[in-house]
């Protein structure tokens, strides 16, 4: 069964980063791009970018360049994700989903909330 | 880049069909056919319901079906179910490696 753990909430400051892990199980690693989704409150998701974990190459949306790290450590299975320079809007439910161009993304993690708070 | 345009709601009676548009341009839906669909109930994560913009992955109900053509997927529910009642959400590869969503529609089954 193919599952995709992610770690649990976090509050931060505005100005702070955060770093959320997706270790995933059930399917080979390394076979999948590994995708990161912010949904704000009320909002539909908005994708991110991307980490290829059999090369860590990375693709991320315009909007979140300069601000978002993703990464994927193939010893663990886990991928990342950091956020910098948090601000208010922020504050978001944030998604790790496993697919590519021939599948959707069919395997999400449950989600995880950052909520900013000064 | 630019949301996919979704309707902001539609809504139907038990046993009817109702269809979800998703209007993209020619760099995003009108290029490639590589649309999916999610469907999203309150407090969980989206779930796949079509990929590749009529495929259904296993265990999807055939209830559900996509189709596309030029700068426009839809998404057609038939034989509307009390459970169907959910936010449906289109996404298109879009290019250099991205991916767009859509604004997301609320569907209500009356």
């Known amino acids: 069964e193919v599952q995709l753990v992610q770690s649990g909430a976090e509050v931060k400051k505005p100005g702070a980063s955060v770093k959320i892990s997706c270790k995933v199980s059930g399917y080979t690693f390394t076979d999948y791009y590994m995708h990161w989704v912010q949904q704000a409150p009320g909002k539909g998701p908005e994708w991110m970018g991307l980490v290829d974990p059999e090369d860590g190459e990375t693709m991320n949306a315009e909007k979140f360049q300069g601000r978002v790290t993703i990464t994927a450590d193939t010893s663990t299975d886990t991928a990342y994700m950091e956020l910098s320079s948090l601000r208010s809007e922020d504050t978001a439910i944030y998604y790790c989903?496993?697919?590519?161009?021939?599948?959707?993304?069919?395997?999400w993690g449950q989600g995880t909330l950052v909520t900013l708070s000064s | 880049q630019s949301a996919l345009t979704q309707p902001a709601s539609v809504s139907g009676s038990p046993g009817q069909s109702i269809t979800i548009s998703c209007t993209g341009t020619?760099?995003?839906?009108?290029?490639?056919?590589?649309v999916s669909w999610y469907q999203q109930h309150p407090g969980k994560a989206p779930k796949l319901m079509i990929y590749e913009g009529s495929k259904r992955p296993s265990g999807v109900s055939n209830r559900f079906s996509g189709s596309q053509s030029g700068n426009t997927a839809s998404l057609t529910i038939s034989g509307l179910q009390a459970e169907d009642e959910a936010d449906y959400y289109c996404c298109s590869y879009a290019g250099s490696g991205t991916w767009v969503f859509g604004g997301g529609t609320k569907l209500t089954v009356l």
């Open positions: 020619s760099s995003d839906v009108g290029s490639y056919n590589f």
């Open positions: 989903a496993k697919g590519g161009f021939d599948t959707g993304f069919d395997h």
